[in-house]
């Protein structure tokens, strides 16, 4: 069992950043491959990024490669998201997930998921 809690949103204008962080808890962190997600209003969830246990394969939106960066720290139970140049069109509910099997972008791999930390950009 994995219970998993984000932080770092919050209001932000047109091309701010911000530095999303999910800690989990459990002794088995590592070896879990993490996700992050989005919702925004009237939406499905959405696949953002994720990378694998060691951090060794990453995958990104294509609506945010470049401007995002997914990493994870093992010894600290944690994941971020850096986000950069952020666009009104980032705004959402951003979630993190954990994946017991493997890592990907299909949501259905994802066996846990956190409560959501909201991200808003302003224009």
């Known amino acids: 069992q994995v219970q998993l809690v984000e932080s770092g949103g919050g209001l932000v204008q047109a091309g701010g950043s911000l530095r999303l962080s999910c800690a989990a808890s459990?002794?088995?962190?590592?070896?879990?491959?993490m996700g992050w997600f989005r919702q925004a209003p009237g939406k499905e969830r959405e696949f953002v990024a994720a990378?694998?246990?060691?951090?060794?394969?990453?995958y990104y939106a294509d609506s945010v490669k470049g401007r995002f960066t997914i990493s994870r720290d093992n010894a600290k139970n944690t994941m971020y998201l850096q986000i950069n140049s952020l666009k009104p069109e980032d705004t959402a509910v951003y979630y993190c997930?954990?994946?017991?099997?493997?890592?990907?972008?299909?949501?259905?791999?994802?066996?846990?998921w956190g409560q959501g930390t909201q991200v808003t950009v302003s224009s």
């Open positions: 459990g002794r088995t962190f590592s070896s879990y491959a």
């Open positions: 997930a954990a994946a017991k099997e493997r890592v990907g972008t299909q949501k259905e791999l994802y066996d846990y």
């Open positions: 990378l694998s246990w060691s951090g060794g394969i990453t």
